[in-house]
Structures are given as structure tokens and as C-alpha cells.
């Protein structure tokens, strides 16, 4: 059983800074691109940044320039450092990941979900 556990989250006032993690545990064979998604209040889950296997990143363009996600290879975490936090961010952050289980069998698996508010 392979399972994603997500920390970090919290209430921070606008212009602040948090610092997610995401923790990937099991049987794990290797990892391919782990990332985050977010999901505000009525809207649909979107991608907020992803750290490919080749060492590329994906941003939301909403989130450039503040955001920045970071990898621990040796201990299968994904960080995201969140900065100049805006209301319009305030949302579910999941963490998200690809991930070869053996050499044949391979799994996308969703964290738990940390809510992350920003509100003065």
C-alpha cells in the first residue's frame, strides 16, 4: 500500500508564507512527477505546481513568482514554499503523485488534503 501524507497547512494572514510537505510512503519502486493540486470553494481542482521526474517544474500561471516546489528524492517529499499569500489562494491543497509500485504495475495517488486559508 502506497499512501501520501500532507502537512503544513494552516491560517495565514495575506502576504504571509506557508510551507506544505508531502510525504510519499509503501512500497515504492520509483516516483515519477509529484505535485500539488489545489481546490477552492466552488470551483474545480486545478494544478498549483508539479515537479517533474527530469527536474522541470509546472506553475499556475496565478502562482508565479510566489510558489515554489522542491523535491527530496532519498526521502520521497514534495515541498511547496507558498509566499506573498493572497485570499484567492485560500483553498484544499492536495498533494498528488505518480508512482511505480513494481516495474509493471504503476499508481496516481491523492494525499488527504490541507486546507490552507488566507484571511486577516
Known amino acids: 500500500q502506497v499512501q501520501l501524507v500532507e502537512s503544513g497547512g494552516g491560517l495565514v494572514q495575506p502576504g504571509g508564507s506557508l510551507r506544505l510537505a508531502c510525504a510519499a510512503s509503501?512500497?515504492?519502486?520509483?516516483?515519477?512527477?509529484m505535485g500539488w493540486y489545489r481546490q477552492a470553494p466552488g470551483k474545480q481542482r486545478e494544478l498549483a505546481a508539479q515537479?517533474?521526474?527530469?527536474?522541470?517544474?509546472n506553475y499556475a500561471d496565478s502562482v508565479k513568482g510566489r510558489f515554489t516546489v522542491s523535491r527530496d528524492y532519498a526521502k520521497n517529499t514534495v515541498y511547496l514554499q507558498m509566499n506573498s499569500l493572497k485570499p484567492d489562494d485560500t483553498a484544499v491543497y492536495y498533494c498528488?503523485?505518480?508512482?511505480?509500485?513494481?516495474?509493471?504495475?504503476?499508481?496516481?495517488?491523492w494525499g488527504q488534503g490541507t486546507l490552507v486559508t488566507v484571511s486577516s
Open positions: 498528488n503523485a505518480g508512482i511505480l509500485v513494481s516495474v509493471y504495475r504503476y499508481l496516481e495517488v
Open positions: 509503501g512500497t515504492i519502486f520509483s516516483i515519477n512527477a
Open positions: 515537479f517533474n521526474s527530469d527536474g522541470s517544474t
